[in-house]
């Protein structure tokens, strides 16, 4: 009986919210106006939810661009699950690097280059990791747990004031028709008058406490925004930590591939000797005379940097000659109809 008696409170509870909703949407009912200041608080709040949201949709998607990969990892974090450890954009593109780099020839200026320049790709992979890791621990997670916490519960206490208010224009009505009945048919309902009256100072008891549980939480939207700016700093250091990290691995990738007559630019061919630095000069029997050709074999490969040099292959024999006027570090290379400069350093006079 009790049980049953509790279930009917609650259905009438709840058409009389329902009735005061729709007579305040058409006009026939009296609505408590919130103050000015409460309503800005709740405006700011609903501004605060509706950017973090935007903010952290676009950081996830510079983070990772491909929305599939973002679906199915927010899918795992929902669950619980391990996030599936993926290479990145620049570590795919090391593994292509090398695996070319090696397959055309490491013992080559090109192919030591590709190998060279996936290693660097390869760091940049890592990079970009420990990046992606520091803003979604110092960024990302803490938006979102204040928006899967603070802001649902701002919600949520929302929705009961709502509901409180609801409450109070309801009594409020009822006090009013019953006065009004005592007064146009001369009646008395002082009975029915004191239990509205009683009914409307627990419903304005209710609304003033919620009310302020409410405006106490929007309120500590400041702090909120006070800690969305340091984790918005912290996530601006991550980003210049990585981006002068990559400036200065490409720097130095740059250096290693300068490109100049006769040097690899740096890079040396893997498992081979760099070649001398400087010649002592050649016996007298190895001497060049400026028209006269010889033998020589080639020590090491060189890729012609322009038309005016010759390529060379390691362990090939080209005849050679020093005409008038040419830098003592380089010679004229002859094989068949080919002619061109050579760095006489990657040469051994036979």
Known sequence: ???????????????????????????????????????????????????????????????????NTRLEDYVNEKLDRRPRDRDTNAEFLAQVLVDGGNELGPGTQYGAALVQFGQTERKMGQLEREFIHAAYSNFIAPLRKFLDEDMKTIQKERKSLDIKRLDLDSSKGK??????????????????????????????????????????????????????????????????????????VMTDLQRQMGNFPGSLGGILPPNSAPPPTSVAPPSKEKTLQQSDRQKAKVLYDYDASDASELSLLSDEIIQVYSPPGIDPEWVIGVRGTQEGKVPLAYLELL
């Open 175 to 248: 006090l009013r028709r019953a006065k009004s009945m005592e007064a146009q048919r001369n009646v008395d309902i002082e009975e029915v008058i004191k239990n509205a009256e009683a009914e409307l100072r627990i419903a304005q008891t209710d609304f003033d406490r919620q009310y302020e549980i409410t405006k106490l939480l929007l309120e500590g939207i400041s702090t909120a925004h006070s800690t969305h700016l340091e984790r918005l700093k912290e996530f601006i250091d991550s980003q210049q930590t990585f981006y002068a990290q990559s400036s200065q």
């Open 1 to 67: 009986m009790d049980e049953f008696k509790k279930m009917a409170g609650q259905a009438g509870t709840f058409f009389n919210r329902a009735k005061q909703y729709t007579e305040e949407k058409i006009g026939n009912a009296e609505k408590t106006e919130l103050d000015a200041h409460f309503e800005n608080l709740l405006q700011r709040a609903d501004r605060t939810k509706s950017w973090t949201e935007k903010i952290l949709a676009r950081v996830e998607a510079v983070l990772q661009p491909n929305p």
